[in-house]
């Protein structure tokens, strides 16, 4: 079993930043690829951004591809999602993901664990 805890989210003005933090325990290691997912009122999950277990591979969904950055530091069995120019269309909870795989993908039904969620609010 993997345990997942978000942190981070918090209320931000449209233009601005936050950085997301995913804490892994129990079962984890450097063979699990991790993932971002957010789900906004009314709207279904969707992909954000996803990395391998090394880091060497990322993926990004258009919408936040160069405004958003996911890396992870192993050593601390931690993910990160930075975002910059934040827009209202992002406002979302935002939930990481593992999968027992090295290989990251951008799938929400080939991730194995999931976190509670974090909130992002963006005010225009």
């Known amino acids: 079993q993997v345990q997942l805890v978000e942190s981070g989210g918090g209320l931000v003005q449209a233009g601005g930043s936050l950085r997301l933090s995913c804490a892994a325990s129990g079962r984890t290691g450097s063979r699990y690829a991790m993932g971002w997912f957010r789900q906004a009122p009314g709207q279904e999950r969707e992909f954000v951004a996803a990395?391998?277990?090394?880091?060497?591979?990322?993926y990004y969904a258009d919408s936040v591809k160069g405004r958003f950055t996911i890396s992870r530091d192993n050593a601390k069995n931690t993910c990160y999602l930075q975002m910059n120019s934040l827009k209202p269309e992002d406002m979302a909870v935002y939930y990481c993901a593992t999968r027992v795989s090295v290989v990251p993908t951008t799938a929400n039904n080939e991730y194995d664990y999931w976190g509670q969620g974090t909130q992002v609010t963006v005010s225009s």
């Open positions: 990395i391998s277990s090394g880091g060497a591979i990322t």
